[in-house]
C-alpha cells in the first residue's frame, strides 16, 4: 500500500472536519475521492500535504508510519497536489514558477544556472509530452497551461502520489482531452493519482476505485466497475431530490441589450445578445473564445474599444463595477477566491461587501444591521456556516460560493452575470444555484449563465447562444437542442 491513514480526525471549533477516517491508495492506482462541499475532501488533503496538523491518528507510507509536519515533509514523502485554486506567481515566468520550492541550480556557487534549470525543465516535459511556452509570465497563461505548469513542478520531484483537486473545473471539452492523456502517462510511469472532482463522468471515466465521503467520515471505497453514478451519489448524500430547472417560455421586455462589446486587448472583437425579464440565456463557447472576457466588459471590469450596453433601455455611461451595480446589474466572476471574495474577512463582512454604504450613517457603520441582514441571506441560501463571522476560508468551496451569491442579491439586482457559477461545487450545491437562478428568473430578473459544461447549459438555460474567436454566433431555442449542434457552431470557420 502506497499510502495509508487509520483512525485519522480533525476538528474545527469542536465539528469534526474529518472523524476516524481510514483510507488508502495503492502504487500506481487512480483513485477517485468523492463527497459533498464539507464532506472532508479538501482538509484530508491539506493534512497529507502538510498544510494542517492532525488531532489524531496515523498516516503510513509503504508500511512505515510517518509524520507530516510541513509541506516540505509531505514532499519529501512523494506527496504532490495541484489545488482547483492554481499556485502560481502570476509575475513568475513559467521556470520560476516550477522551481517554486525547488533548490535554484548554481553556477560554480555563484549566480543562477538558468540553463541548466531549463535543460531540466524540458526533459521532464518531453518525458511527458507537455508543450507550454515557460518564458511566458503566469499572467499570461490559460487555465490549462497554468496545470501543465504545476504538473511539471510536481514531477521535477520523485513524485509517487499526485492530488489532482478539481483539475478539469476551468477547463474545455478539447482541454480536458489533453489533461486526461497525460494523466494515463503518469500512471503508466506509476505514479499514484488521487482525482477529487464533483464530476462523475470524470470519476467513472478514469479511476480503478473510488472511495467516498460523507459528513467527514469515509462511507466505503468500492471499485469502479462495480458500482454506477446513482449508487455513488445515494452513498455521498443525504435524502434529497434532484429536480431538473424548469423552463419558462413567458418572457418580458428585454432587461440587458449588449451590442458590438469589443474589449481594448482584443479578445473580444463583436459581441452582443439581449436577455429578457423572465428568461435564464446560455452563452457556451470553447477555451479562448472570450466567453469570460465577454461579461467582464459589460460589467465593467475589463476596458472596451467598443459597444454599448444598456439596461431597461437606458445607456450604462462610464461603464465600472460600481455603475453597473447602481444600474442593476452583478456579476458572479469566475474566479471567486481571486475577485469575488476578500478571503481576510468573515462570512457577513463579504456579503455585505458591495452595499456596505447602505449600513453606514454619519461614517459610523451599523453592525446589528448588517448580521441581520447577512444572516437572512446565510439562512435564505442554506449557507452552512458557524455563523456571520465565521472566516470565509473556514467555508467549504460550495458555501463560499453561496456567499458570492449573497453578496450579490444584496443590491437586488435586474441582472445577473454568472461566470461558471456551480464551477468546482458539489451535487446538491450546483442544484441549488440552479433552482436559485431560475427562481431569480421568475421574479422578473434576466440572467446570462456561462459554463463550460455544455450539458449544463442545455440543462439550465432557455435559449443558449454560441461564442467563437471573441464573437457571439447562432443563438438556439433550448427545446430539442442536442449537444451536437451547439458544438457544430463552436468549430465552424
Known amino acids: 500500500m502506497l499510502l495509508e491513514t487509520r483512525k485519522l480526525c480533525k476538528q474545527f471549533g469542536g465539528v469534526y472536519a474529518l472523524n476516524d477516517i481510514d483510507f488508502e491508495i495503492r502504487e500506481g492506482e487512480i483513485l477517485g475521492l468523492v463527497g459533498e462541499n464539507g464532506a472532508g475532501k479538501s482538509t484530508l488533503i491539506k493534512i497529507l500535504t502538510g498544510v494542517y496538523h492532525k488531532d489524531s491518528g496515523e498516516i503510513f507510507r509503504d508500511g512505515v508510519r510517518v509524520v507530516i509536519g510541513n509541506p516540505g515533509e509531505s514532499r519529501e514523502l512523494g506527496i504532490n497536489v495541484i489545488h482547483q485554486d492554481r499556485n502560481l506567481i502570476p509575475a513568475f515566468n513559467g521556470i520560476e514558477n516550477v522551481f517554486l520550492g525547488l533548490p535554484y541550480e548554481k553556477r560554480a556557487c ?52 499526485l492530488i489532482l483537486d478539481e483539475p478539469t473545473a476551468s477547463l474545455t471539452d478539447r482541454e480536458t482531452e489533453k489533461l486526461f492523456a497525460l494523466i494515463a502517462k503518469l500512471k503508466e510511469k506509476g505514479t499514484s493519482i488521487l482525482y477529487v472532482t464533483h464530476r462523475m463522468d470524470e470519476i467513472f471515466r478514469l479511476t480503478d476505485r473510488i472511495t467516498v465521503f460523507k459528513n467527514g467520515r469515509s462511507v466505503d471505497t468500492v471499485g469502479t466497475a462495480n458500482v454506477d453514478k446513482e449508487q455513488i451519489i445515494s452513498m455521498m448524500t443525504d435524502n434529497w431530490v434532484s429536480e431538473k430547472a424548469k423552463a419558462n417560455k413567458q418572457f418580458g421586455a428585454g432587461r440587458l441589450q449588449a451590442e458590438h462589446i469589443a474589449s481594448a486587448d482584443g479578445v473580444v472583437k463583436d459581441a452582443g445578445f439581449t436577455v429578457h425579464s423572465g428568461e435564464i440565456l446560455g452563452i457556451f463557447g470553447l477555451g479562448g ?11 465593467g471590469q475589463r476596458p472596451t474599444a467598443a459597444g454599448t450596453v444598456a439596461i431597461d433601455g437606458k445607456t450604462v455611461t462610464k461603464s465600472s463595477p460600481a455603475n453597473s451595480l447602481k444600474n442593476g446589474m452583478a456579476l458572479i466572476c469566475e474566479d471567486r477566491r481571486g475577485k469575488a471574495l476578500v478571503t481576510s474577512l468573515n462570512v457577513k463582512q463579504n456579503i455585505v461587501l458591495s452595499t456596505i454604504n447602505h449600513y453606514a450613517r454619519f461614517g459610523i457603520v451599523n453592525e446589528n444591521r448588517e448580521v441581520k441582514d447577512a ?7 442554506n449557507i452552512r456556516t458557524e455563523g456571520p463571522k465565521q472566516p470565509i476560508l473556514q467555508l467549504s468551496g460550495g458555501n463560499q460560493q453561496k456567499v458570492v451569491f449573497a453578496k450579490a442579491l444584496m443590491s437586488d439586482p435586474k441582472v445577473l452575470l454568472c461566470d461558471e457559477p456551480t464551477q468546482a461545487v458539489d451535487v446538491k450545491t450546483r442544484q441549488d444555484i440552479h433552482k436559485l437562478l431560475r427562481q431569480k428568473a421568475d421574479e422578473g430578473k434576466a440572467v446570462v449563465f456561462v459554463s463550460s459544461d455544455l450539458k449544463e447549459v442545455l440543462e439550465v438555460a432557455d435559449n443558449v447562444l454560441v461564442m467563437a474567436n471573441g464573437r457571439t454566433g447562432k443563438q438556439f431555442i433550448n427545446e430539442g437542442l442536442t449537444s451536437e449542434q451547439v458544438l457544430a457552431c463552436c468549430y465552424a470557420d
Open 110 to 161: 555563484i549566480g543562477v544556472d538558468w540553463t541548466k534549470m531549463k535543460r531540466r525543465v524540458n526533459d521532464v516535459m518531453d518525458e511527458l509530452g507537455i508543450t507550454v511556452n515557460l518564458s511566458l509570465p503566469a499572467s499570461h497563461l490559460t487555465p490549462p497551461q497554468k496545470t501543465m505548469v504545476e504538473i511539471i513542478r510536481a514531477m521535477m520531484t520523485r513524485c509517487k502520489l
Open 289 to 299: 473564445s472570450g466567453r469570460t472576457e465577454m461579461l467582464e466588459c459589460i460589467y
Open 375 to 381: 444572516k437572512e441571506k446565510i439562512d435564505r441560501l
